[in-house]
């Protein structure tokens, strides 16, 4: 399987295609994340972007897999308890960026955001699918 990640800094754009506005809003696309939320309301007032289906994957994962403590972890610790996969010795940076908009987009920054992008997508697949296969 192939996977791909689009990664857009709005910070660097002189507008907005027409075209993210209409992927976000699309019914039977589910974006996830930790902290997303938060994410998407900075979207929403600094560029007017909304997303309809937002799902944070700490209280998914607490409640579909039974363990509270899940709610407050980190993406990390959740792609290993949900997946068994630890993805942490490939992030090339160490530290998390809260303002990925302070920074140039290089290569370092790039692989970390694409690790941070993947290891949701697996978690948030695995959490919302048929309860069955967990």
Request: charged letters at 25%.
């Amino acid at each position: 399987m192939i996977y791909k990640c689009l990664i857009i800094q709005l910070l660097h754009m002189d507008s907005i295609p027409r075209s993210l506005f209409n992927f976000l809003h699309l019914p039977d696309y589910s974006f996830v994340g930790i902290g997303i939320k938060d994410d998407l309301y900075k979207l929403e007032v600094e560029y007017g972007i909304r997303c309809r289906n937002a799902v944070e994957l700490g209280p998914l994962a607490a409640s579909v897999m039974k363990m509270p403590r899940l709610s407050g972890c980190g993406i990390d610790e959740l792609t290993l308890v949900v997946n068994k996969l630890d993805l942490r010795k490939h992030r090339p940076l160490s530290a998390l960026f809260k303002d990925w908009g302070q920074y140039a987009l290089g290569e370092k920054l790039a692989k970390l955001a694409t690790i941070n992008v993947y290891s949701c997508y697996k978690v948030g697949s695995r959490l919302l699918e048929p309860c069955e296969s967990l």
